[in-house]
C-alpha cells in the first residue's frame, strides 16, 4: 500500500509540473521550487539523523535515508502553489493562506503516521510538523519577497 501510495504522489507531482513551470513568473518559479527543495531536504536529513522520524518506505532506501519524494517534489511544488496563491497579498492574507497548507499537511501526516508505514514519529508530533512547514513556507515567501524587491530595484535603475 504504501509504495503505491508514493507511486501516486509521485506521478502527480509530475503531472502538476508542466502547469506550475509556464508564464512570466518562470524564473521565481524555479527559484522557489528549488530553494524549496534544498531547504526540505536539509531539515529532513537533520530530523532523520537525530533520530526523530524515520521513513520505513521510502525510495531508494539504500541511498537516501530520507524520502525524496516529499522532499525534492512534493513540498516543493506546494510552495510554488502557495506562493502564487499569496503573491500579491498582504501578511495577514499571506498569515491565513498559510494554515490552508500547515494545517492540513500536520493533519494529513498524523493519519499517516497512524495508518501506514511511510514514516514513523519518534521525537516528533503534528505540531513539530506545523512548525517545520510554517517555517519554511514563510522562508521561502521572504525569498520571493527579497526577489521581487531586487527585481523593482534593478527595473529603477534601468529607468534612470
Excluded at 527543495?37 to 533520530?51: E, M, P, Q, S
Excluded at 503516521?113 to 514563510?138: A, I, M, N, Q, R
Aim: net charge positive; charged share 20%.
Amino acid at each position: 500500500m504504501e509504495k503505491r501510495l508514493l507511486h501516486l504522489l509521485f506521478t502527480l507531482c509530475m503531472l502538476c509540473l508542466p502547469f506550475l513551470f509556464r508564464g512570466s513568473k518562470m524564473r521565481e518559479n524555479l527559484v522557489i521550487f528549488f530553494s524549496k527543495g534544498v531547504i526540505a531536504t536539509l531539515i529532513d536529513a537533520y530530523v532523520v539523523g537525530t533520530k526523530r522520524i524515520e521513513y520505513p518506505v521510502r525510495p531508494f532506501p539504500k541511498i537516501f535515508k530520507t524520502n525524496i519524494v516529499y522532499d525534492i517534489l512534493f513540498f516543493p511544488l506546494l510552495s510554488v502553489i502557495w506562493v502564487k496563491l499569496s503573491y500579491n497579498d498582504s501578511f495577514g492574507k499571506i498569515l491565513l493562506k498559510s494554515l490552508l497548507f500547515s494545517v492540513p499537511m500536520s493533519l494529513g501526516q498524523w493519519y499517516l503516521e497512524k495508518y501506514s508505514k511511510l514514516f514513523k514519529w519518534k521525537k516528533w508530533s503534528p505540531l513539530h510538523t506545523f512548525g517545520s512547514v510554517s517555517f519554511t513556507l514563510f522562508t521561502i515567501r521572504g525569498l520571493v519577497g527579497l526577489i521581487k524587491m531586487l527585481d523593482k530595484f534593478k527595473h529603477n535603475q534601468n529607468v534612470t
